[in-house]
């Protein structure tokens, strides 16, 4: 789940109004984290379009939801609202965070689909690795309820339904010897999923 705060940020750059990721895709620690993927991974990669941590504010939640991300058991992810006018799309790679704010796996989007809470496919609910199609529901309602404005959130509200493959990550804190590479495809090679 991408919190809501990071989906609304708006940033001013060259006097134009631009939706941008919450967390600065330039902040000195996202840089060197895609250097050094780009480094292990043998090609340069561009930078990231969005930065975040699942789980929103939940330091434990980022940490579980990222490890679940990382072992390839997530490949899925919700977010609402969604952003008017995406900055990131299909192909596009996101840094994604631990519970303390520090990169740990780099992601490259394969599908959106954009439908009503309510119509959310039980094999995408699935493929977030968060329970059973229920635990999903559950678990999403009472997390978006949670946030600000999070009172507008029912069956009715659009959510962006994202699906991800981890293409680079690394080990826990400290652990600079830590990278895996989890393949990096493009092309005609890339993997889409569709709903």
Known sequence: MRSSQQNQTLLVRSRTLLKMSAIDPARLDIVAFIARASADLGRVLPAPKDVFNFGGTSPALADE?????????????????????????????SVILDGKGAPRALMRTTSFVQCRFREV??????????????????????????????YEFGEESMVLCERFEVIYSVEGEGKEDGARDRSVTDGDDRKHERE
Do not use: M
């Open 65 to 93: 939801r990222l490890l679940l991300a990382i072992q390839g058991e997530k490949t899925a992810t919700t977010s609402w609202p969604v952003p008017d006018a995406l900055y990131w799309g299909v192909g596009d790679l």
């Open 121 to 150: 496919q039980e094999e995408f609910a699935l493929a977030e690795a968060e329970g059973d199609y229920e635990a999903y529901r559950l678990g999403h309602i009472e997390f978006y309820r949670g946030q600000d404005g999070g």
